[in-house]
């Protein structure tokens, strides 16, 4: 079955540590792009990537670097200068800029303490 | 820029009809999307409004007016399982940026 896979689910860290979050998918997509989500709210764009070796920072990209380096993995990595990393992080990936129906992952609850 | 509102909260009775309103102020769009979310877990997409008028998929439908800035999701029939929070979200023309999503509205529907 075609989908995007999030990994860890739940994963915890110790404040100061940077933390990779992992997001796969197999639906051949161009496009991908890293969500956060707080309680009670919508959803901010973090990074987006429209195709290989390239991406561009989204509204809220301060605290946070992506890469992608292959079409069916763009990993997050949070890092130390993150001010608030405690939060649900959504992977979404689209067949394109132009597609307005995007697939998400499952999510990664990231809990810094 | 674009901003997208909705109402953070409604409640409906089981079997009842619910409207879901979105307000918009964006230069462009290709088109109004609704998304549906339970708790802990992931959007998953509804339904999509290129042109104006209504788009009917099963028990909903969806509504946008260009001229007037609004859409709507309309859920028929509301059962429990419909209880998630539901987001309007839009494609800008300009520029190079992907899905921008209003804040959600919660839905409750009680028995």
Known sequence: ?113 | GQSLEQPSEVTAVEGAIVQINCTYQTSGFYGLSWYQQHDGGAPTFLSYNGLDGLEETGRFSSFLSRSDSYGYLLLQELQMKDSASYFCAVRPVSGNTPLVFGKGTRLSVIA
């Open chain 1, 1 to 113: 079955d075609g989908g995007i896979t999030q990994s860890p689910k739940y994963l915890f860290r110790k404040e100061g540590q940077n933390v990779t979050l992992s997001c796969e998918q197999n639906l051949n997509h161009d496009a991908m792009y890293w969500y956060r989500q707080d309680p009670g709210q919508g959803l901010r764009l973090i990074y987006y990537s429209q195709i290989v070796n390239d991406f561009q920072k989204g509204d809220i990209a301060e605290g946070y670097s992506v890469s992608r380096e292959k079409k069916e993995s763009f990993p997050l990595t949070v890092t130390s200068a993150q001010k608030n990393p405690t939060a649900f992080y959504l992977c979404a990936s689209s067949m394109g800029r132009m597609n307005t129906e995007a697939f998400f992952g499952q999510g990664t609850r990231l809990t810094v303490v």
